[in-house]
């Protein structure tokens, strides 16, 4: 059994070049991103520029994962959770409604559809560590 199946590996560089790009346009382009999704520009940027530097580290967290799984697989759990608890904070926020509903769209490709590859890729990481 190989450490990593290659659909695997390849999700895992996906979903780190995608959360590199993400936190590079949440870092960087910010005022372009509300601008696309419809939203105003928050007053004060540096939460948002914070959240990408986050988004960004997570991305590199899952270029490791790939790299050596057993020895990253933390990061794999952190980022799961991430994603799971950013779900959950986006929904309240919508349901609030201090957020519309479109929103919900870009967790779900942001987030949402990464929750169980995540899952069956830590359990397959931990059979073929024990």
């Known amino acids: 059994m190989n450490a990593l ?3 695997m590996w390849w999700l ?6 995608y959360n590199l790009l993400a936190g590079l346009v949440m870092l960087v382009f910010y005022h372009e991103a509300f601008k696309l999704l419809g939203m105003p520009r928050p007053k004060l940027v540096l939460p948002v520029q914070l959240v990408g530097v ?3 580290l997570f991305g590199v967290g899952y270029h490791l994962v790939a790299s050596s799984p057993e020895q990253n697989r933390n990061l794999l759990r952190l980022g799961f959770w991430s994603k799971l608890l950013g779900t959950a904070l986006a929904i309240y926020t919508v349901g609030r409604g201090d957020l519309p509903g479109w929103f919900l769209v870009v967790v779900f490709f942001a987030d949402v559809i990464y929750l169980p590859p995540f899952w069956m ?7 073929w560590a024990a």
């Open 121 to 127: 890729i830590d359990r397959h990481i931990r059979r």
């Open 54 to 56: 986050l988004v960004g």
């Open 5 to 7: 199946r290659p659909w």
């Open 12 to 17: 895992l560089r996906f979903a780190g070049t």
